[in-house]
């Protein structure tokens, strides 16, 4: 494996690891702290509105500026607000209305920086001489290891110093992403996916014509949109149970942060065994069946266990099943992303395309929070779960689903 590849490996594997810590540490922190469910879906809705926001814009800047660049400018700006956040809270001087914009800048600046990473995928691959439906497989299991450690990591953090040590892990890796980018990466890299088929790159178009041309390109693949909406949904589903339904059943259960953490990285483990199987006979799998046959895995029995009085290990099963056919789901919908989209059009396509169906998401903890505050927990668990199930059945009757199994090869992580 070469040092680009390894590198982008890297750099993805410490900065969703300080993302995920967080996941674990704010929510808590505010849950704690105010013991409202609302102000935990705001804290919420304050990162990741930026996040699908600032992301959705920065496209054509990263293919205009180079990804390496933006990626390691914005490991820096997330070290640096995770690390005022904890230093705040050290002196007493944390409000809410402190740390709502922290936790915006923090968001603003995880958006572009993840893309830019995903972005440089393809050029390690050729650089390292790998296929590149190897090279996004091995993303995906570097995704899914950073789910589990993550979780994992924050939770222990809480249950044993707090949710602001968890937050402190957090900025230590975000600055630790930024290191990696600087030794293991090439100057210049990711600016061949910037360059027109001819070589040239276009130096007279500006910012909104580059804009306008992702949007465009988008417009016209009906798969991706389809699955654009499909995605939107089931993530704002997922945002709610992870930003409030999930801490606010581990809070009123007694189970604490730590089953919190267990969940989330028993089920990323399991994750990465369904990613590891799903790259290894990718080839040879008809896309559409296992496609949905894994969602309705993954989805609602997360949420209908929550509302039984089942033993912890049940529980835990239930994710780790979830999860294994979970591992599944990013390498398709990646493979059908980097095989229908032009490789000078990627940064700003995907910036659109990843926005448009993470754009539920800042929404979702956001309702979640009122709603629960409103009815409780018990009602929403199944609702949530009969929408996950409906939303993923109905739309795969859609005519467009059927181009999935025409096409191999080259993804953007559209699921949270």
Known sequence: MSRALTGVLGAIAV????????????PWFVLESTGSAAQTGLVAFAEMAPYVLVKALAGPIIDRAGPRRISWACDVVSAAAAGTVVLLHALGLLPLGALVPLVAVIGAARGPGDLAKEVMVPEAAERARMPLERATGLMGVTERLAQTVGPAAGGVAVGVLGPMASLGVSAVCFA???VVVTWALPRGMGRRAAELEDGQEEENDGYWRRFGQGLAFLRGERLLLTVIVMIGVTNLLDAAFSQVLAPVWAKESGHGAAVLGLNSSVMGLTAVGGGLVAAAVAHRMRRRPVFFVAFLIAGPPRFLVLMA???LWAIVAVFAVSGFAGGFLNPILGAITYERVPRRLLG??????????WAGIPLGGLLAGVVVTAAGLAPVLPACGAAYAVTTSLTGLRPEWREMDRLRGRPAALRE
């Open 348 to 357: 700003r396509v995907g910036a659109l395309q990843t926005s448009l169906a």
């Open 176 to 178: 630790l992403g930024s």
């Open 309 to 311: 009085d089942l033993p």
């Open 15 to 26: 900065s969703l690891t300080g993302t995920r810590v967080s996941a674990i540490a704010l």
